[in-house]
């Protein structure tokens, strides 16, 4: 997989395509939005594929769009919004498994960004649960996704975020997203606050965290 499987954290320069996947219009970006520009910075013109299952010909696809061509600058962006209901993902799920299907026959990525299995929303966790039936092989991870279920688990990968990127991602989620405005729950301190966690952990100031079921690499640098 190269570098980006490094145990040191992920490193854009060995990063070509990239498939962000998302149960709804906003996951990506505050589950692995720092982490998709960071990569677009490092890595003018990278492929991007995002498929997200939800808000499909809604006002939250046209968030979607705006937010994601913000947090991938740069980028060969192609992003698909289906139209499943929110929230009913397992009574769709033939259809999901379809997209991801045709989604893997366009692309072969190096790293693939989505919901981790211990998410508490079953749409995140139905998601999660499909990539490796489509995608087997690829240096998946897991993002996570702060709300009252009180589901945040001990995430085994780090991207170390700057405190400049971290306030950038901050004000891309509430300048796209006014949808979500009025949750209780999306605000900055969340999302500074968790990034500040998980930078604790890591040592840095911010990260993103993710988890990892498999990851190869390879020590002796072959």
């Not at 594929?49 to 991938?72: H, I, K, N, P, Y």
């Not at 991602?169 to 009025?182: A, D, F």
């Not at 990260?207 to 640098?221: I, P």
Request: with cysteine.
């Amino acid at each position: 997989m190269g570098a980006v499987g490094s145990m040191t954290g992920l490193r854009p320069s060995g990063c070509d395509r990239v498939v962000a996947l998302g149960a709804h219009c906003d996951d990506i970006a505050i589950g692995a939005g720092a982490t998709l520009t960071a990569i677009c910075l490092a890595r003018p013109g990278v492929r991007v594929d995002a498929l997200v299952l939800s808000g499909g010909g809604t006002d939250r696809e046209q968030e979607e769009r705006a937010a994601l061509a913000a947090f991938c600058p740069g980028a060969d962006l192609r992003l698909t919004v289906l139209k499943i209901p929110d929230g009913r993902l397992p009574a769709h799920w033939e259809e999901a498994k379809n997209a991801l299907e045709d989604l893997r026959a366009q692309t072969e990525p190096d790293l693939i960004l989505a919901p981790w299995k211990g998410d508490a929303h079953q749409d995140h966790r139905g998601l999660a649960r499909l990539v490796p039936t489509a995608f087997r092989g690829h240096l998946a991870l897991g993002y996570e996704i702060v709300k009252w279920d009180g589901d945040l688990g001990r995430p085994s990968v780090y991207q170390p975020i700057t405190p400049e990127l971290a306030e950038t991602k901050v004000t891309l989620l509430q300048q796209h997203y006014p949808s979500q405005r009025h949750r209780p729950w999306y605000d900055r301190e969340a999302f500074l606050g968790l990034a500040r966690i998980r930078g604790i952990e890591c040592g840095a100031r911010y990260a993103e965290a993710f988890h990892a079921d498999k990851l190869t690499v390879d020590l002796a640098g072959g």
